[in-house]
């Protein structure tokens, strides 16, 4: 994704008010982030620092500005390990949390939310990266890994505009 500054961070947001804004942290070290590690993210995600169940994400959109998503985690856990709605990696590296974001607009004011179950500590970005074990002689491990970057991509796109409403 392309490189983020703290204050394209914070204005970035969609669901979240001007207070929460405010309030939340955001990534530490950002300036030092290279364009490796930028390049190895296909979206920002982060819990925050103070608030236990407070977590954002900023997603690059496949055409647009860059939207930020302010969730919050469910209480509990899901009741076995479960699979990441975006990285949707098999192996289970990691625990996976329901998520939940506010909608935006007047869906957002009428309490409307929308439930995500996506990895604890948005992991995402480095299990699409992480080849798992070659099937058979001449898989192509590079195109494979490009597809599972890309339909990470277009998930990441799917939720911001489902929380845009737009669709
Ligand atoms: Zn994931």
Known sequence: ???LTESSIRSSF???SRKEVKDMSV????????????DA???LGWRDAKFARRAYVVLPRIEGEPVGVALRQAEGSPRSRAMCNWCRDVRLPNEVV???AKRTGAAGRRGGTIG???CQDFQCCRNVRNDPPKPYDGYDMA???ERRIDDLRMRVDDFA???LGER
């Open 1 to 3: 994704m392309l490189p």
């Open 14 to 16: 969609v669901n979240a």
């Open 27 to 38: 990534p530490d070290g950002l300036d030092e982030y290279g364009d490796a590690a930028w």
């Open 41 to 43: 993210l296909d979206f």
């Open 98 to 100: 329901f998520w939940s």
């Open 116 to 118: 995500i179950l996506i």
């Open 143 to 145: 195109a494979a890994r």
């Open 161 to 163: 505009a489902d929380l």
